[in-house]
């Protein structure tokens, strides 16, 4: 059993910056860490389909990013604390979403969202112009 819970999605002015939190827990990680697990980030705009935005890979944490965050987004993980982050800077209208963390068993940190096997409950940014 995993349950992630994200923090830190709020109203933010057009170039500002957010950073955001995804904290796992669960029977899963009495002997593991996020390290065990590909850890992603993904949103859903209203009316548009969920996607991805960025990811970690398990183990030695290769990043992978959307081409539309590429350079503005960071994904990164502590270990000790079971938590992922995703800091977000040069913010626009187009980022505005409800922001989901997911963990991937497998540990490829695919942009696919079917690949992920658990799911936050999700953390709404809106970015005001």
């Known amino acids: 059993q995993v349950q992630l819970v994200e923090f830190g999605g709020g109203l933010v002015q057009a170039g500002g910056s957010l950073k955001l939190s995804c904290a796992a827990s669960?029977?899963?990680?009495?002997?593991?860490?996020?390290?065990?697990?590909?850890m992603g980030w993904f949103r859903q705009a209203p009316g548009k389909e969920r996607e991805f935005v960025a990811s970690?890979?398990?183990?030695?944490?290769?990043?992978y990013y959307a081409d539309s965050v590429k350079g503005r987004f960071t994904i990164s993980r502590d270990n000790a604390k079971n938590t992922v982050y995703l800091q977000m800077h040069s913010l626009n209208s187009e980022d505005t979403a409800e922001y989901y963390c997911?963990?991937?068993?497998?540990?490829?940190?695919?942009?696919?969202?079917?690949?992920?096997?658990?799911w936050g409950q999700g953390t709404q940014v809106t970015v005001a112009s």
């Open positions: 997911a963990a991937d068993s497998s540990g490829r940190g695919t942009p696919s969202y079917r690949e992920y096997d658990y």
């Open positions: 669960g029977r899963a990680f009495r002997w593991s860490t996020v390290s065990n697990y590909a």
């Open positions: 970690i890979s398990r183990s030695v944490g290769n990043t």
